[in-house]
């Protein structure tokens, strides 16, 4: 199985090649458009393993949530290709890419979503899946969803938690708080900086891949969640008083 897999949801882009059983990853080098590099990562990625576009079985791409401009460029990349190559695609969600940095259990995943609101869903790791194309299903993830960190409400049933989006600041009268003060005290935190990464989508884009879930191209479109991509001047304002 021949896989290539493209995160560009978050600043920490990544591209993850799966040949054979053998995965390959390359991670952007930062500057403010890390998404622009995803194309020339692609490159190095097939270059090194003596691979042409059309040698591979399946595009995947991160749908979202995730930044509005990265989602977009990942979408229309693995787009591009596929129709280049006449390749099937398969779209993932950051939040349950995210997820497969937990171990087994129930995880809350949750993302920084910017303009003080996060991205969060809990999603039930169902065990360690390998890149081998396992029908074993790895994860399975809620509804997504975005909400102001003073609204969330950790699920009683939680065993641990991940992601950037626990480190928001909540705004509270006692002082400053972050998401993740209002964790149960039952529910471990994995890591407060983790993003999604490509390498993660391998194991579930051969799950999906094996399971005929994989789609033709112009079926492909971003998870946005919302549809606001930034706080009106007033709400800026508004924002700023309340701290």
């Not at 171990?103 to 169902?126: C, I, K, N, Q």
């Not at 790895?138 to 938690?161: K, M």
């Given at each position: 199985?021949?896989?290539?897999?493209?995160?560009?949801?978050?600043?920490?882009?990544?591209?993850?090649?799966?040949?054979?059983g053998r995965v390959q990853?390359?991670?952007?080098?930062?500057?403010?458009?890390?998404?622009?590099?995803?194309?020339?990562?692609?490159?190095?990625?097939?270059?090194?393993?003596?691979?042409?576009?059309?040698?591979?079985?399946?595009?995947?791409?991160?749908?979202?949530?995730?930044?509005?401009?990265?989602?977009?460029?990942?979408?229309?990349?693995?787009?591009?290709?596929?129709?280049?190559?006449?390749?099937?695609?398969?779209?993932?969600?950051?939040?349950?890419?995210?997820?497969?940095?937990?171990?087994?259990?129930?995880?809350?995943?949750?993302?920084?979503?910017?303009?003080?609101?996060?991205?969060?869903?809990?999603?039930l790791r169902r065990g360690?899946?390998?890149?081998?194309?396992?029908?074993?299903?790895?994860?399975?993830?809620?509804?997504?969803?975005?909400?102001?960190?003073?609204?969330?409400?950790?699920?009683?049933?939680?065993?641990?938690?991940?992601?950037?989006?626990?480190?928001?600041?909540?705004?509270?009268?006692?002082?400053?708080?972050?998401?993740?003060?209002?964790?149960?005290?039952?529910?471990?935190?994995?890591?407060?900086?983790?993003?999604?990464?490509?390498?993660?989508?391998?194991?579930?884009?051969?799950?999906?891949?094996?399971?005929?879930?994989?789609?033709?191209?112009?079926?492909?479109?971003?998870?946005?969640?919302?549809?606001?991509?930034?706080?009106?001047?007033?709400?800026?304002?508004?924002?700023?008083?309340?701290?």
């Amino acid at each position: 199985m021949r896989l290539l897999a493209l995160e560009t949801a978050t600043a920490d882009c990544s591209v993850a090649l799966l040949v054979d059983g053998r995965v390959q990853s390359v991670a952007s080098v930062g500057g403010e458009r890390p998404s622009e590099q995803v194309p020339d990562l692609i490159r190095q990625l097939l270059a090194e393993a003596g691979l042409g576009v059309t040698q591979l079985d399946a595009v995947a791409f991160d749908a979202g949530p995730g930044a509005f401009t990265g989602i977009r460029i990942g979408c229309g990349l693995a787009q591009g290709l596929a129709l280049g190559a006449d390749l099937p695609l398969i779209g993932l969600s950051s939040l349950m890419v995210l997820a497969m940095q937990a171990p087994a259990g129930r995880v809350v995943s949750m993302l920084d979503a910017r303009m003080g609101e996060v991205y969060w869903a809990p999603v039930l790791r169902r065990g360690e899946a390998g890149v081998d194309g396992d029908a074993r299903e790895a994860a399975w993830l809620d509804d997504p969803r975005v909400v102001a960190p003073g609204d969330w409400v950790c699920p009683s049933e939680a065993d641990c938690a991940i992601g950037d989006g626990l480190n928001v600041a909540v705004l509270t009268d006692e002082g400053s708080a972050r998401v993740a003060d209002r964790l149960l005290p039952s529910v471990r935190v994995l890591s407060m900086h983790a993003r999604p990464q490509a390498s993660d989508m391998l194991p579930l884009a051969a799950q999906r891949l094996l399971a005929g879930e994989a789609f033709a191209p112009e079926l492909a479109s971003p998870l946005y969640v919302r549809d606001k991509v930034a706080l009106t001047a007033a709400e800026q304002l508004a924002r700023r008083a309340a701290r």
